[in-house]
């Protein structure tokens, strides 16, 4: 069975940084695209990054210049470097993938989140 696992957040003054990390295992054969989404309080799910298989990668205006996104596709791993945090990016983050199983099945899976908490 494929799953994501988020860790790395926490509480952090603003100013700090923090490092996310996406884990996925299980019988995977393939990951395409991955991305790390946000939501806050009250808020819609946002995307805040996105990466390709082959390393592209896109973000929202809101965190252009402060987040860094990354994979390491022989771990299986993603990465979402954060620095500079503002009291508005305090939310709940999820790893998204577009993962095929064993089964040659194309699946699109979540983790369960990682709060970060930025504190003014």
């Known amino acids: 069975q494929v799953q994501l696992k988020e860790s790395g957040g926490g509480l952090v003054q603003a100013g700090g940084s923090l490092t996310l990390s996406c884990a996925a295992s299980g019988a995977i054969r393939s990951i395409d695209a991955m991305r790390w989404y946000r939501q806050a309080p009250g808020k819609q799910r946002e995307l805040v990054a996105s990466i390709t298989s082959d390393g592209r990668t896109d973000y929202a205006d809101s965190v252009k210049g402060r987040f860094t996104i990354s994979r390491d596709n022989n771990q299986k791993m993603m990465y979402l470097q954060m620095i500079t945090l503002k009291p508005e990016d305090t939310a709940v983050y999820y790893c998204?993938?577009?993962?095929?199983?064993?089964?040659?099945?194309?699946?699109?899976?979540w983790g369960q989140g990682t709060q970060v908490t930025v504190s003014s």
């Open positions: 998204n993938a577009q993962i095929m199983s064993e089964g040659y099945r194309w699946g699109d899976y």
